[in-house]
Every structure is written in structure tokens, then in C-alpha cells.
């Protein structure tokens, strides 16, 4: 019944939430020559430096280093910049906030959907590689929707949890970016897992999800196999308990966001 009631209230406002997305990308690409193509051809430079770089260390361990680069390179960049802009989403848009009476988690939500649609049309870079590379096509490859779709569940838990507690503490802002340069070493986007210290090895599958959700599709697309029902299980409630924990902090806290804006 809950559920029901939270579907038919954001109903109400989807011609808004509508509304706001598309504002996001125009505004990101607005003054921009090439609008949409830099969504594929930003990925596509940052693999060609990185297989530059990283191809003569790590090349001989990784089957097909450019598709596992890029894989990596996409879906990390998506949960960061989604991440980053959610935490502005609430200030960024105060003074509509308090001239209109909608949800205050449509202007953080329309942030971080804004940015998984440029994140689709990067896939559009994943394509063009494999096609360069040879890669073969298998019947499982429709199934990266799987982990593409636990990645979006958890940033917008993600981005209801920064954007909340970038209104109280400006300073997060700064902190962030410390925190995803960390997280983004600490995942094996250019680097196999096994080159990190045994402990890691350990760690990282069980506590990094973007582990999970990368790797779910390098095996889907790198190696035509199916992710263990384990992994796919792991992604998918680590992504329902970071919803959980960011709607419930946003919809506590967000009573008092008109006393800090």
C-alpha cells in the first residue's frame, strides 16, 4: 500500500520530474559544438589514454583490455558525476524550491536520471570498441541491463544521500571528491583484482558495489557468460539498502533543507 501511495503521489508530479531532466541535458550540453556525441566520444578518448598508459603492465592479464577498460571507465564515471551533481541538486535549485510546492527529492532524482541517460549513450562507446576489437556478440548480452539498472537504483540512493547532507554541511563538496578519487582506485576499472594486495582481494568484492556491478558486465560482455546468481543477488541488495538508507535520511531531513537554503 505504501508503495501504491509513494507511485501515485510522484505520478502527480511527472510532467515536472519530465521537465527538469530535460533541462539537465540541455543545460550540460548547452554552447557545446558536438551536444551528444561527446557522451561517446569522451569515453572513447579516456580509453584510448588509458590503453595507452596501462596496456603494457596490465594487458597480458586482462582478456581484451580496451572492452574491460571501458566497461570500467563508463560505469565509474557515471556513479561520480551523478554522485556530484546530486549534491548540488538542493541548493542548486532553492530558489524554485521555495516558490513551488512539488517534492524536493524530484529535483535530486531528475539529477541522477539526467545523467544515467548521457550514461546510455556512452554505451554507444562500449559498442564501437567491441566492434573495433572483434568482440563477439553473445545472447547474453541483453543482460547487462541487469547490473546497468543495480548501478542506477544505487546512485539514486546514493545522490538522495549526498544531496541531504550537502545542505547541512557545504563542506561534503570538497570531501567528495577525496572520497571518489579513493573509491575509484580502490576498483579494478584499469587494473585486474588480482594485482591488488590479498586483503583487498577480499575486501573489495565484498564491500565496493561498483565491484559487482562492473564486473557482472565485463562477464556478460568480455566473456559471454553469465554473472553467479551470488553476484547479482550482492549488487542488487546493496543497491536496495543504499535506497533505503538515502530515502529515509532525504525524507527525515528534508522538513528543515528551507532553514539552510
Do not use: C
Not at 533541462?23 to 578518448?45: A, C, E, M
Not at 524550491?97 to 541517460?117: A, D, E, G, N
Amino acid at each position: 500500500m505504501r508503495l501504491k501511495r509513494t507511485v501515485d503521489y510522484f505520478s502527480k508530479y511527472k510532467d515536472f520530474f519530465i521537465l527538469m531532466v530535460e533541462r539537465d541535458i540541455k543545460l550540460k550540453y548547452r554552447r557545446s559544438f558536438l551536444g551528444y556525441v561527446w557522451s561517446i566520444l569522451s569515453p572513447l578518448l579516456s580509453m584510448v589514454v588509458l590503453t595507452v598508459v596501462f596496456s603494457s603492465m596490465f594487458e597480458r592479464n586482462i582478456e581484451n583490455f580496451p572492452v574491460y577498460l571501458v566497461i570500467g571507465n563508463i560505469m565509474f564515471s557515471y556513479i561520480r558525476e551523478s554522485s556530484t551533481l546530486a549534491m548540488n541538486s538542493i541548493l542548486k535549485n532553492a530558489s524554485l524550491l521555495k516558490k513551488v510546492r512539488v517534492p524536493k527529492y524530484i529535483f535530486t532524482l531528475s539529477t541522477v536520471t539526467s545523467t544515467f541517460i548521457t550514461f546510455i549513450f556512452s554505451v554507444g562507446a562500449l559498442l564501437i570498441v567491441m566492434i573495433a576489437t572483434n568482440t563477439r556478440f553473445t545472447f547474453y548480452f541483453p543482460l547487462i541491463v541487469v547490473p546497468v539498472l543495480e548501478l542506477y537504483v544505487f546512485s539514486v540512493g546514493l545522490g538522495l544521500l549526498v544531496a541531504q547532507a550537502t545542505v547541512f554541511f557545504r563542506d561534503i563538496k570538497n570531501i567528495w571528491n577525496v572520497v571518489t578519487l579513493a573509491w575509484m582506485y580502490l576498483t579494478p576499472i584499469f587494473y585486474p583484482i588480482e594485482a591488488v594486495p590479498k586483503f583487498l582481494q577480499t575486501w573489495i568484492p565484498r564491500l565496493n558495489p561498483m565491484y559487482s556491478y562492473i564486473t557482472q558486465t565485463r562477464m556478460i560482455v568480455v566473456q559471454g557468460a553469465l554473472p553467479p546468481m551470488s553476484m547479482v543477488l550482492q549488487g542488487a541488495i546493496m543497491a536496495v539498502v543504499m535506497l533505503i538508507i538515502g530515502a529515509s535520511l532525504f525524507k527525515h531531513n528534508s522538513k528543515s533543507f528551507i532553514l539552510y537554503i
